[in-house]
């Protein structure tokens, strides 16, 4: 399958996927003991489903199968080896919940209104430091306050929301700087 037909499905596909996993869960909580031959059954049913609905090929129902096999095979060994959780696999916490919700009311309200509340807080922003997304900046390194994720700018640009976790606010990344005293 080449990347513009794996690029076509991705509508499909997501929603396929997570069918899939539905399908997976609700059949491994039928059985009575979890192995992988039980996992391989519960994957192959879900994929035989999928494929039974007509919405794609024998061989995209085959690569969305392989591809949920892979992730939950490794969520088990990663359990196996941590004994941590689903949470600590996902890496996923409160903050990028609320960055989503955050998102998601800002979509709904005044954008003339949160600009003028955004110039505000840069204008009287203590430290002068920091970079807000939509800002211009030189050439340099920018890292995410949120995530830590690096930005790297090449020319005179302006700052791009966080590509790891949607933040705003970034630092400037000097090495050597302030000196340090030997």
């Not at 489903?49 to 892979?70: N, Q």
């Amino acid at each position: 399958m080449t990347e513009s037909e794996r690029n076509h499905l991705s509508g499909k596909a997501l929603e396929a996927y997570d069918r899939m996993l539905e399908r997976v869960q609700s059949g491994l909580r039928q059985v009575q003991q979890t192995s992988l031959k039980t996992l391989d059954q519960e994957i192959q049913d879900a994929v035989e489903f999928e494929y039974e609905l007509e919405e794609m090929t024998r061989e995209e129902a085959d690569l969305l199968g392989a591809y949920l096999k892979r992730d939950l095979e490794h969520l088990l060994h990663f359990v196996d080896e941590t004994g941590e959780g689903l949470k600590e696999w996902l890496q996923l916490d409160m903050s990028l919940l609320e960055h989503q919700l955050t998102d998601s009311l800002l979509s709904v309200a005044d954008q003339t209104l949160i600009d003028n509340l955004e110039l505000r807080q840069k204008l009287e922003n203590e430290d002068a430091g920091h970079y807000i997304s939509g800002e211009v900046a030189t050439a340099g390194m920018f890292r995410c306050l949120n995530c830590g994720h690096m930005r790297c700018l090449t020319a005179t640009s302006h700052l791009e929301t966080c590509e790891a976790c949607g933040s705003h606010y970034y630092e400037r990344v000097t090495s050597r700087w302030p000196r340090k005293e030997s």
